[in-house]
T-cell receptor
Framework: AQSVTQPDIHITVSEGASLELRCNYSYGATPYLFWYVQSPGQGLQLLLKYFSGDTLVQGIKGFEAEFKRSQSSFNLRKPSVHWSDAAEYFCAVGPQGAQKLVFGQGTRLTINP | DAGVIQSPRHEVTEMGQEVTLRCKPISGHNSLFWYRQTMMRGLELLIYFNNNVPIDDSGMPEDRFSAKMPNASFSTLKIQPSEPRDSAVYFC?????????????FGPGTRLTVL
């Protein structure tokens, strides 16, 4: 069965610092990979996705993620965080050709001024 | 453009009562998803529809839960009778078509509290 692990439940970084959120998945083949962001009291918004091709994908709000097949990872990065990036971030996977997403438990990001 | 609309945004009810959550997908979208988010279990897919037809309801926890989509612009998730362990945030999402290459757009959620 597919599974997604986000090892960090909560991360705190200073405004202007770089950020990396970890995501590891377990699946027989390369699935489709996604990162979503959830601001307090809001629904989820898609940040970026990977289907195939270039393993470094760019998303909205200055985020990027890199797919590493050998490590079964899809880590999210941002070179310089802003206070408005404080939110919860979810990694999700789904098999190619299917419609169901499996979400990780989420990482809550706090930004120190 | 309006996004996915959910109502009510907050619902407080007593154990044993019937609860109905409503969702209006984005116009033109023909896939609709219901998710539940809890601290213990995270975000789980309950059921999804393509062209108003339920495709996979394997995530529906019990027979107390039912979902319908009578037309392309409206869906309901009903819990009868409700129990305290049903307390969660319920999200509705819609996408243009089947397949994960179509982005799922999420509504703001309904926070349900069952006392």
């Amino acid at each position: 069965a597919q599974s997604v692990t986000q090892p960090d439940i909560h991360i705190t970084v200073s405004e202007g610092a770089s950020l990396e959120l970890r995501c590891n998945y377990s699946y027989g083949a390369t699935p489709y990979l996604f990162w979503y962001v959830q601001s307090p009291g809001q629904g989820l918004q898609l940040l970026l996705k990977y289907f195939s091709g270039d393993t470094l994908v760019q998303g909205i709000k200055g985020f990027e993620a890199e797919f590493k097949r050998s490590q079964s990872s899809f880590n999210l990065r941002k070179p310089s965080v802003h206070w408005s990036d404080a939110a919860e971030y979810f990694c999700a996977v789904g098999p190619q050709g299917a419609q169901k997403l499996v979400f990780g438990q989420g990482t809550r990001l706090t930004i120190n001024p | 453009d309006a996004g996915v609309i959910q109502s009510p945004r907050h619902e407080v009810t007593e154990m044993g009562q019937e609860v109905t959550l409503r969702c209006k997908p984005i116009s033109g979208h023909n896939s609709l998803f219901w998710y539940r988010q809890t601290m213990m279990r995270g975000l789980e897919l309950l059921i999804y529809f393509n062209n108003n037809v339920p495709i996979d309801d394997s995530g529906m926890p019990e027979d107390r839960f039912s979902a319908k989509m009578p037309n392309a612009s409206f869906s309901t998730l009903k819990i009868q009778p409700s129990e305290p362990r049903d307390s969660a945030v319920y999200f509705c999402a819609s996408s243009l078509g089947a397949g994960l290459t179509n982005e799922q757009f999420f509504g703001p959620g309904t926070r349900l509290t069952v006392l």
